[in-house]
């Protein structure tokens, strides 16, 4: 069976600091990982997915399979970054998410 | 046409009620997908259309019927349902669910209320 946690329910920072959203995973095959964002009002939406390995809006995610870890990460945090970040597992042809990280970027 | 369509946005019915949802995609996917997301908690697959078969079913209660009449149309018929059934329900697609890359796209979701 597949597993996300995203340990944190709330993170909060202030505009200009670092942001790392933490996301571990159990899943016995090779998986596929992704993060999904979802602004207030706004559909929910592909941010990254590990196999591209690019930078989307300053965000980075890496693969860690020794740690099954997928965090997500930005060194300056601007406050439209505010939203509901999920990191999501594919296996298996389904799509399982982690209950989610609320970013909150103060001024 | 890149988005993944849902109507209605909000829908309010009594547990004696039949309606339905409809999705649609213009994107040429292959892949089709039912979520039902509960406030402040993440969304979770009830169904899944490949080439509009159906190939996943997460045992959902069957006062949730599923349809997909064509490829680009996803249709989800409820009768019956019950105030617990109050979500937001989403519609997703994807190019091709059995490939390694596949990435899905969601629609805005329909706002659910049973009373």
């Known amino acids: 069976a597949q597993r996300v946690t995203q340990p944190e329910k709330l993170l909060s920072v202030f505009k200009g600091a670092p942001v790392e959203l933490k996301c571990n995973y159990s899943?016995?095959?090779?998986?596929?990982l992704f993060w999904y964002v979802q602004y207030s009002r706004q559909r929910l939406q592909l941010l990254l997915r590990h196999i591209s390995r690019e930078s989307i809006k300053g965000f980075t995610a890496d693969l860690n399979k020794g740690e099954t870890s997928f965090h997500l990460k930005k060194p300056f945090a601007q406050e439209e970054d505010s939203a509901m970040y999920y990191c999501a597992l594919r296996g298996g042809n389904k799509l399982v998410f982690g209950a989610g990280t609320i970013l909150r970027v103060k001024s | 046409d890149t988005e993944v369509t849902q109507t209605p946005k909000h829908l309010v019915m009594g547990m004696t009620n039949k309606k339905s949802l409809k999705c649609e995609q213009h994107?040429?996917?292959?892949?089709m997908y039912w979520y039902k997301q509960k406030a402040k908690k993440p969304p979770e697959l009830m169904f899944v259309y490949s080439y509009e078969k159906l190939s996943i079913n997460e045992s959902v209660p069957s006062r949730f019927s599923p349809e997909c009449p064509n490829s680009s149309l996803l249709n989800l018929h409820l009768h019956a349902l019950q105030p617990e059934d109050s979500a937001l329900y989403l519609c997703a697609s994807s190019q091709d669910r059995d490939k390694y890359t596949d990435t899905q796209y969601f629609g805005p979701g329909t706002r659910l209320t049973v009373l």
């Open positions: 899943y016995s095959g090779s998986p596929e």
């Open positions: 994107m040429g996917h292959r892949a």
